[in-house]
């Protein structure tokens, strides 16, 4: 069970971020960063030369991630304060992005479209988008109830009516699917 947090059956970051195929240089947009779960190690691996934005619209992850990124002098990390279901509410630039991960908050936006929309808008041509949510169908005490979670087929339907194209899956662990994306 490599690669999987001890007792948990959860993947690590590192497991998770390695199937993303990032490169130094990449610039990451990590929607609803949390506590910098996965926004740690993508900054690692793209390097000083490249970049993650960590959107969240609480203050108070993003001062965790900063406190985190200081202690391990990760330079390449910059927390913006977003809502994500607003036009632009990213703050980044059209088509700067290399690559956009989604990562359980589907289950609770109001607006899951305008997420996926807002992902597309910063996105580059041919930039990827990886979806890690909730399975749908496992009845679990970790994470939300299950009438709140996005079916995978859900998940594909709202990211191909924002413009993407499905390329493949990826393990998400045993309580999440991964879903990878490219920008048509």
């Not at 949390?34 to 793209?46: D, K, N, S």
């Amino acid at each position: 069970m490599d690669g999987f947090i001890k007792g948990t059956g959860f993947l690590s970051p590192e497991q998770v971020v390695r199937q993303f195929g990032l490169e130094k240089g990449d610039h990451v947009a990590d929607f609803g960063s949390g506590h910098g779960y996965l926004t740690i190690p993508m900054a690692r691996i793209v390097g000083g030369d490249g970049k993650i934005f960590a959107l969240d619209i609480q203050k108070n992850s993003l001062d965790i991630i900063r406190s985190k990124a200081r202690l391990e002098h990760l330079l390449n990390i910059e927390t913006v304060r977003a809502d994500l279901e607003e036009p632009r509410g990213s703050h980044i630039k059209a088509g700067y992005i290399n690559f956009a991960v989604i990562s359980n908050i589907l289950f609770q936006v109001e607006n899951k479209i305008a997420l996926f929309e807002e992902a597309y808008r910063i996105l580059h041509r041919g930039g990827k988008l990886a979806v890690i949510e909730w399975e749908g169908s496992l009845q679990s005490s970790l994470g939300p109830p299950l009438e709140l979670r996005i079916a995978k087929d859900e998940a594909s339907r709202l990211a191909s009516e924002a413009g993407f194209k499905l390329i493949s899956e990826f393990d998400g662990g045993t309580h999440h699917y991964g879903l990878l994306f490219i920008k048509k």
